[in-house]
């Protein structure tokens, strides 16, 4: 029986979604959690990763569970959680086609990146929110996320993973870059059809540049869909993961 | 110069406000950032002890600044927050009179407490609000709230400190204790002139057990005003720190 499920977390005390020796990530916390309940290794196949520090509100991952194990997918739930840690739930679990592929099933995501703009951080949102004490201009902001919208070469909002390839495709659909207020600050919203690594902090990290009248909204839109040379380089500016949610994954139903 | 401090901070990782002598207390750490900025070891007056996992909004403290530190109240702000970890900040500093007191001038208080009605507890809100996936009643929850305004004798819904004698006060004036809804839960909003040793919490812990049908309303109203001698004695039910938050104290202005 395959199942997904959805998955929120605390970024703050991990080392990302994606398993790696040295243990500590939300991969190996609830792999670990499935060995619990069913005494067998299961490996988990998740929408994609999410860098060190990066939250999620609805994280997708589906497994296959062993035979062995008769539980109906509602029962999981619990199951799952009296193992996890309280900063890691799994808030659904659902029985799925043997052909649905958490990350390639997946038709697009939403990210909400969170910008404090209070003189002082408030101590709750320590690690959840870029703190920008600097003023920005809202509207400027609002005007270099327009950029983003439509289908583009993304090729200087990414960084290097290191398995890139010349046949790496950057290109990708943003259908929603939008500025919404929030207390105390601002939230972006950004809906695609796929992000590359660290595409939305880069983007982020431009666009607040721009707010913030650090670069003019010319350069700015001159670092989308360059040619392969990328004569104007890549975009330098990351904003931290602390504002940082993978909100949504999107799936054909 | 006397100065008086707003300060919030997340409780989850400190053991209450009091100075003690294994540390790790919030007055501690304020007072250690007051020693790097002032080479001298300074004492600070809280409004009053918060408990061990317990956060604040606006917590209010004083200290006289040594005369040989000659900062205006402002840059105080900054000076305290770079030596103070991220989840405890200094959101403001004013010089008051010196013969304001955080504690003996404060005129009352206002607490909030956050109730998590989701089946599961989102991960972000662990620690910060008491998850109680068994339904309760509202409208009996916003009841028994309104058996506490008014001035009664609390001496059932307060815990003993070892400093109690014969002459305690244990009278007190409750003028709100209100229930607000909140995204996926309640929030109880509680303010007085005072409020006892862990007060709040057997508050709230007897209000959501009548809530929940385990304790009759009669039977809660009887808890109120006891004569001395108690008859139906203390009330059991203490809700947890987490959900607990001093949200602001109030001086006459």
Not at 41 to 52: A, Y
Not at 155 to 163: E, L, S, T, Y
């Amino acid at each position: 029986m395959r199942l997904k499920l959805t998955i929120a977390y605390d970024g703050r005390p991990y080392s990302g979604w994606q398993s790696q020796p040295g243990g500590n990530t939300i991969q190996d916390i609830i792999e670990q959690a499935i060995e619990a309940v069913t005494k067998q290794q299961v490996r988990i196949h998740s929408s994609g990763r999410t860098d060190t520090g990066v939250h999620a509100n609805a994280q997708i991952a589906h497994f296959d569970a062993p035979n062995t194990v008769d539980m109906n997918p509602y029962n999981w739930v619990p199951a799952l959680n009296t193992k996890l840690p309280a900063t890691i739930r799994v808030m659904d679990c659902e029985q799925v086609a043997d052909d649905f592929h958490a990350r390639y099933s997946a038709t697009g995501k939403t990210y909400h990146y969170e910008l404090c703009m209070q003189p002082v951080m408030p101590p709750l949102q320590a690690g959840l929110a870029w703190h920008l004490p600097r003023q920005l201009d809202p509207a400027t902001l609002e005007q270099a996320l327009t950029h983003y919208i439509g289908t583009h070469c993304f090729k200087a909002f990414a960084a290097n993973r290191g398995n890139e390839t010349e046949s790496t495709d950057y290109s990708r659909t943003i259908t929603e870059a939008k500025l919404t207020t929030i207390d105390g600050g601002y939230r972006i919203i950004y809906s695609g059809n796929g992000f590359l690594y660290k595409m939305v902090r880069l983007l982020t990290g431009a666009a607040v540049q721009a707010a913030q009248g650090r670069l003019r909204l010319d350069d700015h839109l001159a670092l989308l869909d360059q040619p392969d040379d990328l004569p104007y380089g890549k975009s330098p500016y990351c904003a931290p993961a602390d504002g940082l949610t993978l909100f949504q994954v999107n799936y054909m139903t």
